[in-house]
Antibody, heavy 115, light 110 residues
Framework: EVQLVESGGGLVQPGGSLRLSCAAS????????MHWVRQAPGKALEWVSG????????GYGDSVKGRFTISRDSAKNSLYLQMNSLRPEDTALYYC????????WGQGTLVVVSS | QSVLTQPPSASGTPGQRLTISCSGS????????VNWYQQLPGTAPRLLFY???QRPSGVPDRFSGSQSGTSASLAIRGLQSEDEADYFC???????????FGTGTTVTVL
């Protein structure tokens, strides 16, 4: 059974940085497509970033390009999202998901950007 | 920000067949398969249907997807009260090199 556990969310001021982590079990992140998806309160899902199974293709949503970076650590079997230059509109619940079709999801970690 | 368009709400009575639509463009639905997700209140999304005709294990066969041209639809056969949730479509977009999600549809069982 795949388990994904996100952490690293919290309250941060505009312009600040946060690093989200997603610890995986039941899969090997190095051999899996992985995604970050966010959901602002009462809003739709928004794809933030993804990496294909080989790591050769990393993509970002238009609203986070140049500010967020996705990476993974095979030793810790974890996925990360480095978020810089945070804006109030980045406030959301951030989910980690695995698989080409995002077939397994974590429970999310909340990021609040506010002064 | 959502690239795929869904009706904001849909409703039906128990046992009824309900269909949710998802409209996109040639760079997403017109080229790639559509995924459907169910999100029960206060929970993470759950994959319901993907890759044109695949259903993850544990998903009832009451849920089925189809797509044609730049549109897709999710059908729920034999609607049940436990199907009350938000439903989202998604597809890979070749021009954006990323996934795009739908606006979401809230299903109510009357």
């Amino acid at each position: 059974e795949v388990q994904l556990v996100e952490s690293g969310g919290g309250l941060v001021q505009p312009g600040g940085s946060l690093r989200l982590s997603c610890a995986a079990s039941g899969i090997t992140v190095d051999n899996s497509a992985m995604h970050w998806v966010r959901q602002a309160p009462g809003k739709a899902l928004e794809w933030v970033s993804g990496i294909n199974w080989s790591g050769s293709n990393r993509g970002y949503g238009d609203s986070v390009k140049g500010r967020f970076t996705i990476s993974r650590d095979s030793a810790k079997n974890s996925l990360y999202l480095q978020m810089n230059s945070l804006r109030p509109e980045d406030t959301a619940l951030y989910y980690c998901a695995s698989g080409e079709a995002a077939d397994s999801w974590g429970q999310g970690t909340l990021v609040v950007v506010s002064s | 920000q959502s690239v795929l368009t869904q009706p904001p709400s849909a409703s039906g009575t128990p046992g009824q067949r309900l269909t949710i639509s998802c409209s996109g463009s040639g760079s997403n639905i017109g080229t790639n398969s559509v995924n459907w997700y169910q999100q029960l209140p206060g929970t993470a999304p759950r994959l319901l249907f993907y890759s044109y005709n695949q259903r993850p294990s544990g998903v009832p066969d009451r849920f089925s997807g189809s797509q044609s041209g730049t549109s897709a639809s999710l059908a729920i056969r034999g609607l049940q009260s436990e199907d009350e949730a938000d439903y989202f479509c998604a597809a890979w977009d070749d021009s954006r090199n990323g996934f795009v999600f739908g606006t979401g549809t809230t299903v109510t069982v009357l």
